[in-house]
């Protein structure tokens, strides 16, 4: 295979580790003993290869991974094993693990009660040709809104090897996340993104594939993600495992009134002081030009312009810098520097950000910055050229051939066989193309020089229209459907209608109005005209409807369909039956109470839900 299947380029510019003097990744392709249980000797090392051989099991029961203070444990380092290659056979990327989980029936009844709880279960592992046996292991259905599925259906699964047998592990792992893929209809783009994020040396989980069986029934193709609060993890990449971390969820940043919805997940409890102080360093963090040396002192600013570059390439609009969730930030037990940690990564690939866009709190910061543009700008070249040199569109071919068979017989999968090959050509064609949609936003790099139509505004920050020199901040408003001076209204003068006009394919009349209004304004706007918000019934209504809703504001628009009554039942503002749907992959996922439902142009039309008290334009149907 032409792509490096291991990461072997782990330096970070600018700081070049983590931590205070923390030792930071080595080379992925370090060799290792094999986990097998009791002492990690060369004798068990034998054992298992014999064992291999003949197709006799051994148990997973571990020593510990990693030491009881913050040094390194890295090989070479100290002389102490570094135990994270163990787990390379399980993340392998040529290569599909079995397990078999086995649940008792009270435990499935507890499951069904409260999917989060904690049940025992036993697993059997079959790992590069070796088999594991893990009695007694902690089991949770893992996931979200948009990913929490039942044990009726592809259930995604939280595995905790030694919550109820002390010391026991897979391979080094205490825990380890078997995700079902159901937001990912390609089955590929965590084991992609990954492997970019590691190889640009941000610490990120490894992630593989296995066929999972429960109770012997075939449940389907999965990936396996190591937890980042596993000891190995946390030892190989910040030289210790007794720092602070924690997740951020939806909506969760560096604000003190946000600090409180971090989840700890390992270190001691010191009630988020440090994470105060961190944001208090943000907020001393006052003056553009001298943002990076400000940070340095409390954070890895090079870490984190590499970890922002690469969310954003890989259009992780569900990350951290675009829209901050699906993350982690880690604080080294001696007081070092803060880094970031990705995770969630299922929706990446299909969205073309833009490199200075994005709500965290660092990320508008340095979008505010000029050094910090310049810098992050320098991050998202080396993320594009890093796509190529890890050949990430072979890398996407080879997983495809590698998975065929086992997609095929995915009895629980949620996209059909043609979708998915459908999903990993736009993975590749993403890939392909990324290159120059990133570049053509680094045009922006320093905003000053970007105003073609020299009115004096900047395209990047200020003018809405850099084509016309009469549309930009202060221009007078008049009544051409557009938005003259760039308040983000159309038309505001109470003279000019709100609402274009256009005959429905079939029966009435569309109103597409572009004053945006949350979702009950806009149904009562409606109303007020004689009619209700649209209900779509085809493709062909569906296909006008986008059409011609983009072609007025390339936005989102309402439709009238929502479930607040009842979630996840889906109805018409008008009451006509749901006869016809055009979600978007991975969607309706309801993430962060999202009960209305739009058409956004992100999505090409496609459907999306979103909370109801958003504004949005919207659209109207009217006899």
Not at 485 to 513: I, M, Q, R
Request: a negative charge.
């Amino acid at each position: 295979m032409a792509y490096r299947a291991l990461p072997l380029t782990l330096a970070i510019a600018l700081s070049g580790c983590h931590g205070d003097g923390a030792a930071t990744a080595g080379s992925e392709t370090a060799t290792s003993t094999s986990t097998t249980g009791g002492e990690t000797t060369e004798a068990t090392t034998e054992a298992a290869t014999t064992s291999a051989e003949t197709g006799t099991s051994t148990t997973g029961t571990s020593t510990t991974t990693g030491s009881d203070t913050d040094e390194s444990t890295s090989s070479g380092t100290t002389g102490e094993v570094d135990h994270y290659p163990e787990a390379d056979d399980l993340f392998a990327v040529d290569a599909i693990a079995e397990f078999d989980l086995n649940l008792s029936e009270n435990a499935i009844l507890t499951l069904n009660v409260d999917p989060k709880t904690y049940v025992q279960g036993d697993l059997v592992a079959k790992i590069g040709g070796q088999i594991y046996d893990l009695p007694k292991i902690g089991v949770r259905i893992k996931g979200n809104a948009g990913s929490l599925r039942t044990l009726e259906e592809k259930a995604a699964f939280l595995l905790d090897f030694d919550r109820y047998t002390k010391d026991q592990s897979l391979l080094g792992l205490e825990k380890l996340a078997v995700n079902n893929m159901v937001q990912d209809c390609s089955m590929q783009r965590e084991i992609l993104g990954y492997t970019l994020f590691r190889d640009a040396g941000v610490p990120a989980p490894r992630a593989g594939y296995a066929v999972v069986r429960v109770n012997g029934e075939p449940y389907g193709l999965y990936t396996t993600v190591e937890s980042v609060d596993n000891e190995v993890f946390l030892d190989h990449w910040y030289g210790g495992s007794k720092g602070n971390l924690y997740e951020g969820a939806y909506g969760t940043d560096l604000i003190p009134e946000k600090i409180p919805t971090f989840d700890q997940d390992n270190g001691s409890d010191v009630a988020f002081a440090d994470l105060f102080a961190w944001a208090a360093a943000l907020d001393a963090a006052d003056d553009p030009d001298t943002l990076i040396p400000d940070l340095e002192a409390v954070m890895d600013v090079g870490e984190y312009l590499t970890f922002a570059a690469i969310e954003i390439t890989l259009g992780h609009w569900d990350g951290y810098a675009w829209t901050r969730n699906n993350y982690f930030v880690h604080h080294p037990k001696n007081d070092g520097r803060w880094t970031f940690v990705p995770w969630g990564i299922d929706q990446t690939l299909r969205d073309h950000l833009g490199p200075f866009g994005g709500e965290g709190r660092i990320e508008a910061m340095c979008a505010g910055s000029s050094p910090c543009r310049q810098a992050l700008a320098e991050r998202f070249t080396d993320a594009v050229q890093r796509i190529d040199d890890l050949d990430l569109v072979g890398m996407a071919m080879a997983l495809d051939q590698l998975t065929a068979d086992a997609v095929a017989a995915d009895p629980r999968k949620e996209c059909d066989v043609a979708s998915h090959k459908g999903s990993i050509a736009d993975n590749i064609a993403f890939l392909q193309g990324r290159q120059q949609s990133v570049a053509d936003g680094l045009l922006c790099t320093d905003p000053a020089m970007v105003d073609n139509d020299k009115d004096g505004y900047s395209a990047c920050v200020d003018d809405c229209d850099d084509n016309d020199p009469k549309v930009h901040p202060g221009a007078p408003e008049v009544c051409d459907l557009d938005d003259d001076n760039c308040d983000g209204v159309w038309d505001e003068d109470p003279k000019c209608p709100h609402c274009v006009s256009k005959d429905l394919p079939g029966p009435g009349t569309a109103l597409f109005c572009f004053a945006a209004l949350p979702y009950d304004a806009a149904e009562a706007d409606c109303k007020a005209q004689g009619g209700q918000l649209v209900s779509i019934h085809s493709q062909a209504t569906q296909d006008w409807v986008k059409n011609e809703a983009f072609a007025i504001w390339g936005s989102d628009w309402w439709i009238g369909l929502n479930d607040r009554m009842n979630e996840g039942s889906f109805v018409w503002a008008d009451g006509t039956p749901v006869d016809f749907t055009a979600w978007n992959e991975g969607e309706p996922n309801n993430a962060g109470n999202e009960d209305c439902v739009n058409i956004p142009a992100w999505t090409g039309g496609l459907w999306n839900d979103l909370p109801c008290d958003q504004s949005r334009p919207y659209v109207c149907r009217v006899p």
